[in-house]
């Protein structure tokens, strides 16, 4: 029966194990943990290809638990019944590890059902999710348990599992492997940090390579067509959608074009041009501001030239937004002021919208008095004083001008005039 690679690959012992070094190097948390012997209810939580399964394999065979595996996207309560049936058996002498993959596929009910037997000790769990833990796990599976961050693997580590990959496949067929030099460091590094992914291309470059006697050749370009776009670890609903956009909004909030476009282009070669457009268009407003209002037309323009030009091409008018806000002078008045007005009124401070300002229709039906609204046109500069906010809100100031020259300008005017 075909086993593949990455699984015949897999390591058994945590110095095996590619990457991690913060929780598996030699001061790691997690493997002075493992080394205890002490296990406790644990929650893997990183990008797939890094490790997860691997490190509750080795834990396992390091107890004298037995090990039960369950994968979430398949498994029902009545697994979990099956499990819970066979505690205080001779089945399960020592106890059961549970390695449950893919939790945040479990309900709140379907996790809840563990937590009597993680609360004795009859059950310890390792789960894994590629989500953030800490919006799909229910929080009394979490402070039962302790949270590892797997982190993607650095291309110099992928490279020594790609290296062992061609040497076991060159063993098993009994050739000889010309790799062509770069051929593993560019299978490594264009990964996106998944050593399953990168096994995976070697066992396929393996397959399909030009073969002479007992001499495979390993090309580079053979390396290039097989993997073409694996590099992009992209879900547009998951934590990796969330952490480019939020990478892309930051660099051209700090007048980083060059950290723009490279987060730009992350998003469209996911083909995810709309994520990229939301953000252009919104730092537009929020960091850039007032500081130059005439960003915003701008980059509207370039947004709606490229939602009508489609992808590729669309990154053209993006990377001209992008490199236009990143060197554009910065202002959060804006956002600091509508989100202060917005706490207000959501703390209730309202109040009765002041009589010269309310519609005129009211006059003469009842009130105390006309309105007694001042058009300001009439007056010089189009301005006289007057009450706009409630009674209740009279005084306060929600703008405060942004320190750069247009807003500036606007307040040493206004300043002249309002004296």
Not at 192 to 205: I, M, P, Q, W
Not at 234 to 263: I, N, Q
């Given at each position: 029966m075909y086993r593949p690679l990455a699984d015949e690959l897999r390591p058994t012992s945590l110095e095996d194990v590619v990457g991690q070094k913060h929780i598996l190097g030699a001061d790691g948390m997690l493997r002075r943990i493992v080394q205890s012997g002490q296990i406790p209810n644990m929650v893997f939580y990183g990008p797939s290809g890094t490790g997860k399964t691997t490190v509750a394999s080795i834990i396992a065979a390091r107890t004298n638990r037995t090990l039960r595996r369950l994968n979430a996207t398949t498994?029902?309560?009545?697994?979990?019944?099956?499990?819970?049936?066979?505690?205080?058996?001779?089945l399960t002498p020592g106890g059961v590890l549970l390695y449950l993959d893919e939790i945040q596929y479990f309900n709140k009910k379907q996790q809840q059902s563990l937590l009597e037997f993680m609360e004795d000790g009859r059950i310890t769990l390792i789960a894994s999710t590629t989500e953030n833990p800490y919006f799909y796990i229910y929080n009394a599976v979490l402070s039962r348990s302790t949270v590892f961050e797997f982190k993607?693997?650095?291309?110099?580590?992928?490279?020594?599992?790609?290296?062992?990959?061609?040497?076991?496949?060159?063993?098993?067929?009994?050739?000889?492997?010309?790799?062509?030099?770069?051929?593993?460091?560019?299978?490594?590094?264009?990964?996106?940090?998944?050593?399953?992914?990168?096994?995976?291309?070697?066992?396929?470059?393996?397959?399909?390579?030009?073969?002479?006697?007992?001499?495979?050749?390993?090309?580079?370009?053979?390396?290039?067509?097989?993997?073409?776009?694996?590099?992009?670890?992209?879900?547009?609903?998951?934590?990796?959608?969330?952490?480019?956009?939020?990478?892309?909004?930051?660099?051209?909030?700090?007048?980083d074009p060059d950290a723009a476009l490279h987060y730009l282009a992350r998003l469209l070669e996911a083909g995810d041009l709309t994520g990229a457009c939301r953000r252009i268009l919104c730092s537009a407003s929020e960091d850039i501001g007032l500081a130059y209002p005439q960003a915003v037309s701008m980059v509207k323009s370039c947004v709606d030239s490229a939602l009508q030009l489609g992808l590729p091409e669309a990154r053209l008018p993006?990377?001209?937004?992008?490199?236009?806000?990143?060197?554009?002078?910065?202002?959060?008045?804006?956002?600091?002021?509508?989100?202060?007005?917005?706490?207000?009124?959501?703390?209730?401070?309202?109040?009765?919208?002041?009589?010269?300002?309310?519609?005129?229709?009211?006059?003469?039906?009842?009130?105390?008095?006309?309105?007694?609204?001042?058009?300001?046109?009439?007056?010089?500069?189009?301005?006289?004083?007057?009450?706009?906010?409630?009674?209740?809100?009279?005084?306060?100031?929600?703008?405060?001008?942004?320190?750069?020259?247009?807003?500036?300008?606007?307040?040493?005017?206004?300043?002249?005039?309002?004296?």
């Amino acid at each position: 029966m075909y086993r593949p690679l990455a699984d015949e690959l897999r390591p058994t012992s945590l110095e095996d194990v590619v990457g991690q070094k913060h929780i598996l190097g030699a001061d790691g948390m997690l493997r002075r943990i493992v080394q205890s012997g002490q296990i406790p209810n644990m929650v893997f939580y990183g990008p797939s290809g890094t490790g997860k399964t691997t490190v509750a394999s080795i834990i396992a065979a390091r107890t004298n638990r037995t090990l039960r595996r369950l994968n979430a996207t398949t498994a029902g309560i009545s697994d979990i019944r099956a499990i819970i049936a066979e505690l205080d058996t001779m089945l399960t002498p020592g106890g059961v590890l549970l390695y449950l993959d893919e939790i945040q596929y479990f309900n709140k009910k379907q996790q809840q059902s563990l937590l009597e037997f993680m609360e004795d000790g009859r059950i310890t769990l390792i789960a894994s999710t590629t989500e953030n833990p800490y919006f799909y796990i229910y929080n009394a599976v979490l402070s039962r348990s302790t949270v590892f961050e797997f982190k993607p693997v650095p291309a110099a580590e992928a490279a020594r599992a790609v290296k062992r990959a061609i040497r076991l496949l060159s063993e098993r067929e009994g050739v000889k492997a010309d790799t062509e030099p770069g051929t593993e460091e560019y299978i490594a590094s264009v990964c996106g940090g998944d050593v399953r992914k990168a096994l995976n291309a070697v066992e396929l470059l393996f397959s399909a390579a030009k073969r002479e006697g007992e001499t495979v050749f390993l090309t580079r370009d053979d390396a290039k067509a097989i993997t073409q776009r694996s590099a992009m670890r992209y879900d547009r609903e998951g934590d990796d959608h969330f952490d480019v956009v939020s990478a892309l909004m930051k660099s051209l909030r700090g007048s980083d074009p060059d950290a723009a476009l490279h987060y730009l282009a992350r998003l469209l070669e996911a083909g995810d041009l709309t994520g990229a457009c939301r953000r252009i268009l919104c730092s537009a407003s929020e960091d850039i501001g007032l500081a130059y209002p005439q960003a915003v037309s701008m980059v509207k323009s370039c947004v709606d030239s490229a939602l009508q030009l489609g992808l590729p091409e669309a990154r053209l008018p993006l990377a001209q937004a992008c490199i236009l806000l990143a060197t554009a002078p910065k202002s959060n008045s804006v956002v600091m002021a509508i989100d202060a007005a917005i706490s207000d009124v959501k703390k209730g401070k309202a109040g009765p919208i002041p009589r010269e300002l309310q519609n005129v229709h009211a006059d003469g039906t009842g009130f105390e008095r006309e309105q007694g609204y001042l058009y300001p046109h009439n007056y010089d500069h189009h301005w006289v004083k007057q009450q706009y906010l409630p009674d209740e809100l009279a005084g306060v100031h929600y703008y405060e001008y942004g320190d750069n020259k247009n807003e500036q300008a606007a307040k040493a005017y206004w300043d002249k005039i309002k004296e």
